[in-house]
């Protein structure tokens, strides 16, 4: 049970570094709502610093990969997110083509060259 | 499974609307795209030693994929409680003009703002695309129902995929938990890439993961932050460049 809990510290953390700095936005756009222009140029900034950050974070599970994905040689594991990527486009854009066929390729991958 | 007719009586209480809203999620193709994002989570929650109440409760008390991903990765690589907090704060200022975009869609003369706090609280991208599609389906006086009974049931699809995620890393193969921890990168990856229609966005997605592993060579503790902020920055650029030439 104690597994299933895990450290109460951990939730503590939680509460700081996920919860309230993420329900901020909500919370503000259910008090100001209205007169925000979605096209403004700060919003285009705002919106493109975050995607960056997202993609980061993408580059930062396959360069510096958490717990199994370790095991995965790091050529494979580029070479996965590539493959996918030209799935993606090859199918117009199709998010199912792209995961499946990253996903085939790192098993392949595995299988031949363990 | 098309919504019954707008004078139907299956809209006439708030609860069956609800459940018109539940029922909603088996037709939409995002909740496929969500199953297999939040199965990727519980096993890289598991995998970066997070219990799994700790998992199921950052989905129910975040409720944003990409907060939930930084909150892991960062936090599980080492990182300050700061540092993950400011990139989370960053992450989530898109949900602003999500929620001012998706409210007046249900707001009625009658609504108190508390009506919408769930409703608030239940918007990521997810929903708030679902929302402009069905809701026109949906008389007025039942959409708060509605889009609470769709993010409850889309919130009970995660959290099953959390759970399934989780156990399985604890106890698959290391391939196949490999391949589940894949699943993260890879859906994120595209679902951002099929968002992105802006020249910023598409130049922020390249430029942020090819920027990333760069400041990673400094190892300052805040490489998620400034390469972000970094790539983000030259994007814009790029998207002031274009618009003025």
């Known amino acids: ?3 299933f809990i895990g450290d109460w510290h951990a939730l503590l953390i939680l509460l700081v570094a996920g919860v309230i700095p993420n329900q901020i936005w909500r919370m503000l756009g259910l008090w100001l709502g209205g007169g ?6 700060l919003l285009i900034w705002v919106r493109a610093v975050a995607t960056a950050i997202l993609a980061g974070v993408i580059a930062q599970i396959l360069v510096q990969p958490p717990g199994a994905l370790a095991s995965v040689p790091p050529v494979l594991r580029y070479g996965a997110l590539a493959a996918g990527f030209v799935a993606f486009v090859l199918t117009r854009r199709s ?4 995961v499946v066929c990253g996903e085939i390729v790192m ?3 595995k299988w031949w060259f363990p | 499974m098309p919504l019954p007719p707008l004078d139907s009586p299956q809209w006439n209480s708030s609860f069956r609307a609800f459940l018109q809203g539940v029922k909603s999620v088996a037709a939409t193709i995002l909740a496929a795209v969500l199953f297999a994002t939040y199965l990727g989570i519980g096993a890289l929650a598991h995998d970066s030693h997070f219990s799994l109440l700790w998992t199921l409760l950052s989905t129910i008390l975040v409720w944003a994929g990409p907060a939930q991903i930084i909150v892991i990765t960062t936090l599980g690589s080492g990182a300050t409680v700061i540092q993950s907090a400011l990139a989370v704060t960053v992450s989530a200022v898109r949900l602003f003009p999500m929620v001012v975009s998706v409210l007046p869609l249900m707001r009625t003369p009658t609504t108190k703002r508390w009506h919408l706090i769930l409703v608030a609280h239940f918007t990521a991208v997810t929903l708030w695309v679902e929302c402009h599609r069905f ?4 008389p007025r006086d039942r959409r708060i129902a509605f889009v609470h009974g769709l993010g409850f049931g889309l919130l009970c699809v995660t959290l099953v995929a959390n759970t399934i995620g989780y156990l399985l890393a604890a106890n698959l193969s290391q391939t196949l938990d490999a391949a589940i921890l894949l699943l993260t990168p890879l859906a994120f990856l595209f679902s951002t890439a099929r968002n992105s229609r802006e020249l910023a966005d598409v130049a922020a997605l390249v ?3 090819l920027l990333y592993p760069l400041f990673a060579l400094m190892n300052s503790g805040l490489d998620v932050l400034l390469s ?3 790539a983000g920055t030259v994007a814009y650029g790029i998207h002031r460049a274009r618009a003025r030439a």
Do not use: C, K, R
């Open chain 1, 1 to 3: 049970m104690s597994d």
């Open chain 1, 36 to 41: 925000i222009d979605e096209g403004s140029e």
């Open chain 2, 135 to 138: 809701l026109p389906q949906v």
């Open chain 2, 207 to 209: 430029l942020g993961v």
């Open chain 1, 107 to 109: 098993l392949a991958g």
């Open chain 2, 228 to 230: 972000g902020v970094v």
């Open chain 1, 95 to 98: 998010i199912f083509a792209g």
